[in-house]
C-alpha cells in the first residue's frame, strides 16, 4: 500500500478526482507525482543508510552558507560572502562520500601560485594582492558528482559515397558503418554545489587517479559542504564528453572519412555514480565599495588557479593614456584625409563599441542570473500553483542602464547629421567627430565598469543555505 509522502498514512485512488486523496492529512497527489514520491523517499532511505561524519557545522547568519568543520578550529568569516559573522554553531551529521582526493598542496604553495597568476594582470586592483586577502583562502572539501560510463559492442553509424551523377542529379550509395567500440570513461566529475559556480569546476580540473576511498583522516584541518544538487542532474553532460571523446577517435580511422561519416556516435552510458570530497582553497573577495565579490579558486590537488579579475580604473586610464602617445605621433604622419571620411571612421566605432557593450551586457545577464549553470538551476526549480516546475524568479536582477547606448547612439547621429547636412567649414566636420570620438571613449568607461560587474556577483542576503541541515 502506498503511503503518504506528507505524514505517512496509507492513501486511496478517488476515481472522480482521479488522484490519489490522504485521508489523515487531505492531501491529493497525481499518481505519477506519488510514484515520483516514492522514489525520492527509497532514495533518501538508500542515502540515510550509508556512512555519516560529524562536525561542528558553522552557518552564516548573512548568506546562509554552512561550513562543516572536523577539529577545534573555529570559523571566523563565511568563505562565500566574506562576512565576519559565522555565529550559529552546532553539531552536524552528513552523508560520507564514497571517496575523496586529499589535499596535496599547501595553503602556502597554492598563494604563492596565486600571487604569480595575479602579478599576470596589469589592471588587477590593488585590493586583490594585498596580504589580507591571501588570509582568506581557506581548505574546503566540496561535494563532487563522479561518472563511470562504459560502452562495449557493435556501434552502427550511416556512411555514403559518390556513385555517379546524371544531368543535374548526384547519387550515392548509403553504407552502414560498424565497429566493435569497447571504451569506459572512470571519474568524469561535476560539482554538486549550486553556489559553486559551474565555470569554476571546469576552470579547475581533477586528476580522478589520485582519488581514494574515502577516510575519515584526511578531514581534521580543513572544512567541507554539503551537496545540495542531485547527482543524476550532469549525467547528460558527462555522457556527450565521453561521446565527443570517442567521437574525435574514431574520425580518426581511414574507413570514416572514406564514407563522409564525419560524425560518428556511441551512444554511452552512466553506470556507477558516485560522490566524492575533492580539495578547493576557495576565498570571497569583496570589492573597495563593499558591493559586490569576487571569487579566487585553487585546486588544492594540482595547485591551479582560477579567479575573478575585475579592472581598476585609474591603472586602465594610466595605461590609456601612455598608449595615446605613439598613436597620436603616428596619426600626424597620415596624410591628410577628407574631412567626412573623418565622421565615416567616427561612426564605424561607434557601432563597433555598441557590438562590443552588446555582447558584454548578454553575458553579464547570463552570468548574473546564473542562466548556464545547471546545478543552480535545478535548485531553483520550484512548482507554481498548478502543479508544473518553473525556474525561481532571482532574488536581483543585472539592469542594463540607458545612459551605455546613449553615448553611442549620440556618437552615430552626431557624425551622420554632419555628413547629411555637409557644411561649408570643414570645423564642423572635425567637431563633430571630436566630439563623437570623446564619447566613445567615456563608453569604454562602461565597457570597464561592465566588464568588473561579470566577473563578480552581488554579495547574497540570505540568498540559500551552504549545507544540508536536514540530515
Known sequence: MSKCPHCGAEVQYKPDTKKVHCEYCGSDFNVSELLQEAKKAKEREIEDSKPQISGKAYSCTQCGATLLSFDETAVTFCSYCGSQNMIEEKTMQQTAPEVIIPFAKTQDECIRNYKRKISHFIFSPNYMKSDLVVKKFRGIYMPYGIYNLSYNGDTVNRGKKYN???????????????AQVDASYNGISFDLLSKFYDEYSHAIPFDYHGAEEFNVNYLPGFYADSKDVEIGTYSPEAIQIAASDSTHYLRRKHIYAKYQCYSPIVNFHVGEKKVGFFPVYFAAIRDKDDKHLHYAIINGQTGEVAADMPIDFAKYIIFSLVLAIPIFFFVNFIPIVLPWVV????????IVAWIICATQISACNDRYNRINDKGFNQVMVEKDENGKFKR???????????SYWSKYLAAILLSFGT??????????????????????????????????????????QLEKRGGDESE
Not at 343 to 350: G, H, Q, R, S
Open 392 to 402: 525561481k524568479k532571482p532574488e536581483k536582477q543585472y539592469k542594463v542602464k540607458f
Open 343 to 350: 565622421n565615416l571612421f567616427t561612426i564605424f566605432m561607434a
Open 164 to 178: 555517379h551523377r546524371s544531368g543535374d542529379y548526384v547519387y550515392y550509395d548509403d553504407y552502414d558503418i560498424h
Open 419 to 460: 555628413i547629411v547636412l555637409n557644411p561649408v567649414s570643414d570645423m564642423f566636420y572635425y567637431g563633430s567627430a571630436v566630439i563623437g570620438l570623446v564619447l566613445i571613449l567615456f563608453s569604454f568607461f562602461d565597457l570597464v565598469k561592465i566588464h568588473n560587474i561579470l566577473v563578480s556577483r552581488p554579495i547574497p
